[in-house]
């Protein structure tokens, strides 16, 4: 055997954050792997700095900070691919880094998990609410339910745990995460995205590689689902338009749907002020091969409606404004 058939035999290390819902996700990965290629994958747990830092995300520098160790794993060669929950992925590009395949997409949606099974509704006024999400917290506020948001971080079992030690009512997650953990029975209520957009990306994965490794990137895309690709495309074009003009919470959620010509993308989107006061909500439908584009006009008519004016700070007084229109 040549060093290059033995390079191609042995298996395939794919980096994974250590956590059992990483570790989950990375091993799905692995079995679709094999199982299209016939090449075997071996997991390589890598500790990110928002594994070990329980300060909240967005004073340590966002989702991001589950990726860039993962990241310096694959560039150094300690790693072949590695895997992300998409929505932690930051929107710009990495250079030397290829997204070789988007697998089919998981539901999108939040959760509740609560005691006593009850949902959002039935909790009572004043019942505490964790997340580590300032997405969901402002849409939850804006439901206006009379709930107390409490501020939690952690894995799913300190999550749901701090509802059995009695220091929250309710915590709400994504329903992805459950439901490749089998843990689907502990939801008390999945919520429409109507009331709650998920995060773009949400329920998705994402598989990269090293860009100059054009023969792994080739064999990983039999993966890649394209409708989850083009949805998660055009949620992402969303928010990469709005952080150049506003960092307030964002959701998103685009679907490939069967159109009357052919296919289409369906897209949904909000910007919120923190406390949930303002929203602004816009739609648009176009293309999935202009994925890309639907979202980025999305995310512009956001940005000239009033988008960037939801920072950060005091909120105005008066009545609550929400806008919606359809882009």
Known sequence: MTAGNAAAERPLRLGTRASALATTQSGHV???????????????????????????????????????????????????????????????????IALAAVPPREDPRDVVVARDGLTLGELPVGSRVGTGSPRRAAQLAALGLGLEIVAIRGNVDTRIGKIAAGEVDAVLLARAGLARLG????????????????????????????????????LIGVLDDP?????????????????????????????VVEGDDGEELWLRAVVLSVDGALSIRMSATGSPGDAHGVGSRL????????????MEGPQPEGPDRVREQHA
């Not at 071996?42 to 340590?60: F, K, M």
């Open 30 to 96: 692995a079995a679709l792997i094999t199982e299209r290629t016939g090449r075997a994958v071996e997991l390589v747990e890598v500790t990110t700095h928002g594994d070990v830092n329980r300060a909240p995300l967005a004073s340590i520098g966002g989702t991001g900070v589950f990726v860039s160790a993962l990241r310096d794993a694959l560039l150094d060669g300690e790693v072949d691919l590695a895997v992300h929950s998409l929505k932690d992925l930051p929107t710009g590009p990495a250079a030397g």
């Open 299 to 310: 995310g512009q008519e956001m940005l000239a409606d009033g988008a960037a004016d939801l």
């Open 183 to 218: 843990r689907d029975a502990e939801v008390s209520e999945t919520i429409d995205p109507f009331q709650m957009l998920p995060a773009p990306g949400q329920g998705a994965l994402a598989v990269e590689c090293r860009a100059a490794d054009a023969e792994l990137v080739e």
């Open 227 to 255: 409708a989850t690709r083009a949805a998660v495309t055009a949620e992402r074009a969303v928010l990469a338009t709005l952080e150049a003009g506003c960092s307030a919470p964002v959701g998103a959620l685009a679907e």
